[in-house]
Each structure stands twice: as structure tokens, then as C-alpha cells.
């Protein structure tokens, strides 16, 4: 089974004519909300780049196929921050840890999640 990971990534775009204030980011310039998973070797294995930047990942999430192909196959599980719901097949960090287990998951979680980072790091490296 694979453990991936998913991130999203604010793609700076200039002002659409149309439908302009829908594609300000919560960081506040105009983009285009990416949706990447990757592997722990760095690998894309999916990517969804086509909504606009005020879009919520979780809704993004749920209108992409990759969610139907992980509800009606069991290939694995996703890490996902805390913008996503809890899942079978994605994990996401705990909200309030209350114990040093929950606390060491956590740690766990977030560098699993990091493998993504340092992925978009190289990319936009490359594509400067």
C-alpha cells in the first residue's frame, strides 16, 4: 500500500477579467489553488490545478476523482493537514493531542507530510 502525501499550493496568476475576487488566495494575491499528492520518493501522482484560489481544499478534495478511485479501492492512505476530514484512507493530524502519544503521532504526521514541501521546493526550483 502507498502512504502519500497531499499538499496545496497557491499558484500566482494575474486578475481574471471575470469573476475577479474569487481567485484572491487566503494569502492574499490572485491564484490558482493546487491540489498536488506525492509519493516518498518525491514523485507527483496526482495534481489538481483548476479552481480558483479562494476554493477550500477540502471542497477541492471532494470534487476530484482521485477521492472516488480512494473510496472504491483500497490503494492506500493520504496524509492531509487539518483542512481535511478524517478519512479511512486519510489521515490527518489531531486537532487537541492530550497525550504524548497523540503528541509523537502528530510529529510523525507532519514530517511525513514535509516529503511534500521539500517536492514543491524542488520543482519551483526548476521552474524558477
Same mark, same amino acid.
Do not use: D, Q
Given at each position: 500500500?502507498?502512504?502519500?502525501?497531499i499538499l496545496f499550493f497557491f499558484l500566482p496568476t494575474q486578475a481574471?477579467?471575470?469573476n475577479e475576487a474569487?481567485?484572491?488566495?487566503?494569502?492574499?494575491f490572485h491564484a490558482i489553488n493546487m491540489q498536488a499528492v506525492v509519493d516518498s520518493n518525491m514523485r507527483f501522482l496526482d495534481i489538481v490545478a483548476r479552481w480558483p484560489g479562494s476554493q477550500h481544499d477540502s471542497f477541492i478534495f471532494n470534487n476530484c476523482g482521485l477521492k472516488d478511485v480512494l473510496e472504491s479501492a483500497d490503494l492506500g492512505y493520504l496524509l492531509g493537514d487539518s483542512g481535511y476530514p478524517l478519512r479511512s484512507y *486519510?489521515?490527518?493530524?489531531?486537532?487537541n493531542p492530550s497525550s504524548v502519544a497523540e503528541v509523537?503521532?502528530?510529529?510523525?504526521h507532519s514530517s511525513g507530510r514535509s516529503v511534500v514541501e521539500k517536492a514543491?521546493?524542488? *520543482?519551483?526550483?526548476?521552474?524558477?
Open positions: 500500500m502507498y502512504k502519500t502525501k481574471p477579467a471575470e474569487a481567485y484572491v488566495c487566503r494569502k492574499g *486519510l489521515m490527518t493530524p489531531i486537532l509523537n503521532f502528530n510529529n510523525r514543491f521546493g524542488v *520543482l519551483k526550483s526548476r521552474f524558477r
